[in-house]
Antibody, heavy 121, light 110 residues
Framework: QVQLVESGGGLVKPGGSLRLSCAAS????????MSWIRQAPGKGLEWVSY????????YYADSVKGRVTISRDNAKNSLYLQMNSLRAEDTAVYYC??????????????WGQGTMVTVSS | QSVLTQPPSVSAAPGQKVTISCSGS????????VSWYRHLPGTAPKLLIY???KRPSGIPDRFSGSKSGTSATLGITGLQTGDEADYYC???????????FGGGTKLTVL
């Protein structure tokens, strides 16, 4: 079945960097916009960023703007999130998510299982 | 503080109906579609409703969505214990140029 699998999470010190990856399978990855969404412990869902199918359009949440870069490699069916200058408040489960409707950026139909990022000294 | 406002919790008995509200503004709900998600801790969230009131394939008609002005509502009828989860509304905010979610509502089926 359609699948998204995240990797790259882990424990990192404040100010450090981490690169998350998401491998997509069983659908035409290059046809879809993709997003990263996170959930901090005990908190709700927070959208982080999205990228258009060819990477020409990118948006970021204000909370991560300037510290995070989303990218994709359609030849490898992969989505990435480079996170720099990490802070304790970036601690969360990060989900790789497929955006289903081109005209509505808030419709997320396929979610990965998530990868945990912990920022702590 | 979330851009969209949801009640922290709702509860109802099995077989009953419950509604979950989601309140926003003209820059988000007022001029964009609303989606709803169910999330069980430790699992991936699931899309329940998109474009205010449409159900993806496989979502039973016990789930319904509506929107009026700057508010949206998720309805669940015939409650089952398996419906216990956190529910989130989401939409695009044209002023923020960002997807925004509500803070989530925990549903308890008593």
């Amino acid at each position: 079945q359609v699948q998204l699998v995240e990797s790259g999470g882990g424990l990192v010190k404040p100010g450090g960097s981490l690169r998350l990856s998401c491998a997509a399978s069983r659908f035409t990855f290059s046809d879809y916009y993709m997003s990263w969404i996170r959930q901090a412990p005990g908190k709700g869902l927070e959208w982080v960023s999205y990228i258009s199918s060819r990477g020409s359009t990118i948006y970021y949440a204000d909370s991560v703007k300037g510290r995070v870069t989303i990218s994709r490699d359609n030849a490898k069916n992969s989505l990435y999130l480079q996170m720099n200058s990490l802070r304790a408040e970036d601690t969360a489960v990060y989900y790789c998510v497929r955006m289903w409707r081109l005209h509505d950026p808030a419709v997320f139909d396929i979610w990965g299982q998530g990868t945990m990022v912990t920022v702590s000294s | 503080q979330s851009v969209l406002t949801q009640p922290p919790s709702v509860s109802a008995a099995p077989g009953q109906k419950v509604t979950i509200s989601c309140s926003g503004s003209s820059s988000n709900i007022g001029n964009n579609y609303v989606s709803w998600y169910r999330h069980l801790p430790g699992t991936a969230p699931k899309l329940l409703i998109y474009e205010n009131n449409k159900r993806p394939s496989g979502i039973p008609d016990r789930f319904s969505g509506s929107k009026s002005g700057t508010s949206a509502t998720l309805g669940i009828t015939g409650l089952q214990t398996g419906d216990e989860a956190d529910y989130y509304c989401g939409t695009w905010d044209s002023s923020l140029s960002a997807v925004v979610f509500g803070g989530g509502t925990k549903l308890t089926v008593l």
